[in-house]
């Protein structure tokens, strides 16, 4: 659905490989990375949070709601993975990461994406 | 033609369009509409009150444009006077006047935009209008930058449809208005 922080979560890490505990990501950074997306997410496409501007989706919790429209929602998440993929470790490879990045910026303005 | 079928059509031909912003769009070219054209006319209709002779009239949600008559079965209102919403009667209704209503035919402008969008105009002007909305909607929603239905040329195209369609509407409500005016006659173009 991704409709909460942690359908974000759980999806990230099927796209990442990082689904056996303990977690190469932790859920803190998963969770900052998808308020950092709602930010980006705005410059964009200031229309996705049409009505809510001064109260941009942000999340502490993994229970918490993060609503964006379906339509941008696997966007949202390519963003989550692509952050996670900028860090700076050995399971990472920057390629992927702006790959993904630059995809979550396509999603927003093209239709093909 | 409804206002499903105008968003319907609206959210196919402009792919990656939220809903929000089509009826933000929507709203903010129903004001130039009806502020241009004069096309959303009503007949109001307010029960009065003994000895008071002023009434707000704006519907909810509206703002009234022009107010072109008044009209009562028995009490005279002719130079009742609209001043920010309120008309104000010549004469003070009496006893015998609270029988019927006082009938006023205006031209409104829908001023709510958080309102449900099929509340904005009534069904037979969404149909009447159909294909003039649909058009100024997309040429707004194309002039935007950086969206993926941004399009100047369709932006243009539709633009020019747009302004043909309110020609035509400001000229169907002035011949409506006053019989034999010729509405839809113009002087030609070289003796303007």
Known sequence: MLDTAASYITEARRLLQDEVEPYRYP???????????????????PELFLGRFDALPQVTA????????????????????????????????????????NKFVAQLLTIQS | MSYTALRDTLRIRLPGAVDGLINLELFNLLDEFCRTTNAY?????TQLEEGVQNYEITPEGKEILLVYQTAHYSLSVGGALFDDGV??????????DLAYPLYTEVSLVPTDSQADP????PAPLYQRFHQALLDGTLSRMMSQVAKPYSSERMALFHGRRFRNHM???????VGDSEPGAGGNWRFPRHTR
């Open chain 1, 62 to 101: 993994p229970e918490d709601p993060f609503l964006v429209d379906p339509m941008y929602r696997s966007a949202i998440l390519y963003y989550v993975v692509g952050r996670m993929e900028l860090r700076d470790s050995e399971d990472t490879k920057d390629g992927r990461a702006s790959v993904l990045l």
């Open chain 1, 27 to 45: 859920d803190a950074d998963m969770l900052a990375a998808l308020n950092q997306s709602a930010f980006e997410a705005r410059r964009l496409r």
């Open chain 2, 118 to 121: 099929e509340s904005w105009l």
């Open chain 2, 87 to 96: 008309l104000k009667l010549p004469n003070p209704p009496t006893p015998e």
């Open chain 2, 41 to 45: 006319r009503e007949v109001l209709s």
């Open chain 2, 167 to 173: 020609a035509l509407a400001r000229a169907r409500v």
